[in-house]
């Protein structure tokens, strides 16, 4: 049986949560800073799905080895979605102020119930073979009128979890993970991970 999973990140953050579910099944986590060797994969697909494939089959081509990749986004109704695959560079170029100003400013006059939102993600997880396990999560708050919160990164300052009464911003990073959109992918995976593994 494989011992090792390449998570296609160089995001610390994401690296922590998934090192500690696959510790637990005595699988060694590696990440993109072990191979610094092999360029970016562009994210040219038009889902999330395509995406995380793109990554997940990209990688394990030059590394030879499972990889997990992700890719997740806000997607707000009254934007019709957006900015979906486009969140991390909504506003021109990975910069998460220019991000929420953007979305603030096109969500300006909507009304708080008209302001429902969700977090997605959704990760692939690919074999040397071509065989893929695939998980989905998600989170659903609504986005406020001003950012509160220092917490996390992108849109966490805008994203209002009511069961909580905070923000994204507003929770520590292990309160976030239990209620996320990656936790609950994550969680989605494992379920059926043994099965996939064996
Ligand atoms: O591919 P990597 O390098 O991991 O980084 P990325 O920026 O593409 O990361 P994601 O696909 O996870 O997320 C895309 C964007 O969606 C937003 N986003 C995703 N998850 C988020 C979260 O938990 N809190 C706030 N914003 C988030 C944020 O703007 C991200 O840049
Ligand atoms: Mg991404």
Redesign the pocket.
Known sequence: MEKTIVIA???EG?LREFKEVFAKKGIDVKSLKDFPEHSEIA?TGLTFEENARLKAEGYAEVTGLSVLA?????QIDALHGRPGIF??RYAGN?D?AA?NAKVLMEMGGIPDEKRTAN?H?TLVLRKPDGQELIGNGDVHGRILGVPRGNN?????PL?YLPEKGKT?AELTSDE?NQV???GRAIEDLMERFDEFWK
């Open positions: 990140t160089k995001n994401k994210e992700d890719d997740s986004g806000l969140s991390a990975h998460d991000n977090f993600t996390g990164f992108g849109y966490d994203f994204f976030k996320s959109h990656r």
